[in-house]
């Protein structure tokens, strides 16, 4: 289950204070976690993240700093967005412990990712556009307000505890290990590209109106993200998006 910790990247979007990066990262690293990559923060490197960081000044160092989700998380197969505020967005939204257990299973397939938005707005609709699934941590109704290292240390936390087995990973992938080496699911990378695919064609044949799109593609979106897409059911579809573009 240590491997499968190492796949594991916690991502900060736009983060608004040094400070919370550091302390992050300390909480990062009492988990055993050490895969840290920023989107867009305001001030970083800095000071202040150097000193809250109380000893994780290595993820400091290695972090890497991307100027979008997209980029941060192209490499993934799995993607777990935070948010305290339902949205109308049609993934799962899930408690910590199963969100934990999602995660550690698809990391047996790659890369994953835990994404945690901005200490005050939190992520945008855009950017939860590139989750699988949604994760809410449950507090009381009247103060549901976090800080972002606190948010950070309940979910690495609950990312440690399936690891050593309590709860046990809940939901892996429906592939059998043989089956994902030889399949592996698709990455968030490959998603993009049948995203944009998909758009392409659907306004080739008439479907899709620039103008006027509604909410066609984002609930296209949903719907293939909830299915956990393999590599080659992903080059099957573009296949047929190709075939019917050339039939228009």
Known sequence: MEERLGRARVVLVGTTHPGNIGSAARAMKAMGITDL?????EKFPHADATALASGADDLLARARVVEDLATAVADCVWVVGTSARLRTHSVPVLGPDVAAGQVLA????????LV???EHSGLTNTELDHCNAFVQIPTVPDFSSLNLAGSVQVMTYALRMAALGSPEPTAPPAASAD???RD???TQAEMEGLFRHFEQALTAIEVL?????RNLMR????????AGLSASEVRMLRGILTHTERGR
């Open 106 to 113: 698809h990391a047996s397939a790659g890369p994953v990712a």
């Open 209 to 213: 109106d620039p103008d006027n799109p």
């Open 116 to 118: 945690f938005g901005r």
């Open 37 to 41: 990559v920023l989107v867009a923060p």
């Open 219 to 226: 609930r296209l979106r949903h719907l293939y993200l909830r």
């Open 184 to 186: 592996p699911l698709a």
């Open 179 to 181: 089956e994902a080496e």
